[in-house]
């Protein structure tokens, strides 16, 4: 008799850690569980005390280095303990997402789809629920989804954050991006609308804080602010390249160029097309209806723009098509190869010596520095090795 009452107050004790006051609603997606300890943790667990019931739970993770979850060795479940060993929540969870968790805010999941919100007492801050729960580190706010494409943000309270649900979200530093109805917008991320629910693509720069957006077609670049980048009025900007770079394709009164931050022109505003950049300084251009190779460091063409069309094969060569006419160019040993006879119409560099060539579905080789056919364009496959080539 003794022994059943021992028995009756210890279970009392374990099931009273946490208390659901929320119906569980079961969602489609599901959940991957995330509690492996990291090398850091596995180097200082052995200073953390005796857990509870020493023997029968084993320590998986910690959070915040002050929060510590625990696994059930015979059910395989998830609960929680402090630094000196006194349980916190007892194991009953499916998985616990450290990743996504912080000492007062824990995500935890009952099951694939059932996933919630507790504090280290185990009261629930957000219903289990939901099909995944993110978070960040320095964000005080969780994304919550319910299903694919069917997103909210509440804070660490669980009260919204933004108004309505949406098809994706993404946080950028200060600014979260969501889309709805096909359509882009900017929040901040206490709720302030930055920039309207209205744009077709919106991209964001890190390094310097800018806004790559296209509304109705038309690109631009917005500051942090949400304001143009650029004093002059442009029809057009978009970015050009990398960010790194800090160079903007630009249309005014129906021509481009490319300018800097600054604005000054690093090639001017003159051309039909801006096509490709290559080797920091060149640029393949359209000019009355005719393509070339701009030189920007030297401020002049690098090859006139007398061709029909120019696809670059690699840094220093490009092939060239004029009316007549099919020639390499290799720009640094100043050399022209002219492959007019082959009628190819598909071709890629395979390596520094040989163009691949493709006609009506069938492959062969051009030798880019003698202009000659090594392999004829009737093979269904070929390949490049270092000392042989295979064909099939």
Not at 101 to 110: D, E, P, Y
């Amino acid at each position: 008799m003794k022994n059943l009452l021992i028995l009756s107050f210890i279970t009392c004790i374990l099931f009273s850690n946490i208390s659901f006051s929320q119906e569980v609603v079961e969602v489609e997606e599901t959940v991957i569980e995330s509690t492996e300890a990291d090398n850091n943790y596995s180097r200082s667990r052995r200073n953390v005390k005796n857990i509870y019931k020493k023997g029968e739970h084993f320590l998986t993770g910690n959070i915040d280095n002050e929060i510590y979850i625990i696994k059930n060795n015979s059910t395989k479940l998830y609960g929680l303990q402090d630094y000196e060993g006194n349980l916190l929540v007892r194991p009953m969870f499916k998985s616990i997402n450290k990743y996504s968790s912080s000492k007062n805010r824990i995500v935890a999941s009952l099951d694939y789809s059932k996933n919630g919100v507790i504090d280290r007492k185990g009261e629930i801050i957000i219903p289990f629920e939901f099909s995944s729960i993110t978070s960040q580190k320095d964000k005080q706010f969780f994304i919550l989804g319910r299903s694919y494409s069917n997103y909210e943000i509440v804070d660490y309270n669980g009260k919204p954050v933004l108004n309505g649900n949406f098809e994706r979200i993404t946080v950028y530093d200060d600014n979260i991006k969501v889309k709805r109805n096909d359509a882009y917008g900017i929040y901040k991320d206490n709720g302030e609308v930055l920039l309207p629910i209205v744009y077709d693509k919106i991209d964001y720069s890190s390094s310097n804080k800018h806004f790559s957006v296209t509304k109705n077609g038309v690109p631009s670049i917005l500051t942090n602010d949400g304001k143009n980048l650029f004093k002059n009025n442009y029809e057009e900007v978009e970015k050009f390249g990398s960010y790194r770079n800090y160079e903007y394709l630009i249309v005014k009164n129906n021509k481009k160029g490319v300018i800097d931050l600054d604005e000054h022109a690093i090639i001017p505003i003159k051309f039909d097309e801006v096509s490709t950049k290559s080797n920091y300084h060149l640029y393949t251009v359209k000019e009355n209806n005719l393509w070339g190779v701009y030189d920007s460091y030297f401020d002049k063409y690098l090859i006139k723009p007398v061709y029909k069309e120019i696809h670059q094969l690699s840094k220093i060569q490009y092939l060239l098509t004029s009316s007549d006419k099919k020639i390499i160019r290799n720009i640094k040993f100043k050399t022209n190869t002219d492959v007019s006879k082959y009628n190819f119409n598909d071709y890629y560099l395979s390596n520094a010596t040989y163009l691949k060539t493709k006609q009506d579905n069938k492959y062969g080789l051009i030798n880019i520095n003698t202009g000659k056919l090594i392999v004829p364009t009737k093979y269904d496959r070929v390949r490049v090795y270092n000392n042989f080539i295979s064909r099939l």
